[in-house]
């Protein structure tokens, strides 16, 4: 509540008309991105919404990939924090990540973005900050210290996200060799 006239006429309002009573020092980008939006758990039902935003970011279709990636994250991953975003009903995004316990005999809760897309007609509208911002919420609720994911060097685009969204890289080097 404001405690002053001044405080009335100085208040910011979003796009919806709704008062901003978030601190221009802070982080609340988190909390307004995941307030503006509606973020959900993935479901089974949004398997063909998924490989439809992957081929409109990526013009493949990579269904085979997508129906692995969701029986992992609905029936072997213990714990379910896979995302969708939704606007007027329909899904506009979505981010699959599972939680890992440790790798290379080291102990470490963490978790893993294993892929994040938003329909190119919802771009810049918040909905990948809506996804991120409502994972780390629920990773931290499960007192998951880290969270890490891979991605092309010249995805210039994600790299641009993720920077804005507090990642950088990381300690490890990761190497492939192919076989003939």
Known sequence: MPNNEHDIATRKYDASGMAD???PDSDDFEA?????VLVRSLQADDLNAIIRIDKKITGEDRSDYYRS????????SGIRV???AEV?????GFIMARVDFGDYGK????????TIGVNPGFAHQGIGQ???????ANLSILHVESVRTLLRWDDFALLAFLGNCGFAPSQRLVFTRRID
Do not use: C, T, W
């Open 69 to 76: 990636k969701l029986d992992e994250v609905m029936d072997v």
């Open 130 to 136: 809506a996804l991120l911002s409502q994972l780390l």
């Open 21 to 23: 009573y978030s601190s």
């Open 88 to 92: 007027d009903g329909a899904a506009a």
């Open 32 to 36: 307004l991105s995941r307030d503006s």
């Open 107 to 114: 102990a470490e809760p963490a978790a893993v973005i294993d």
């Open 82 to 84: 896979s995302l969708v």
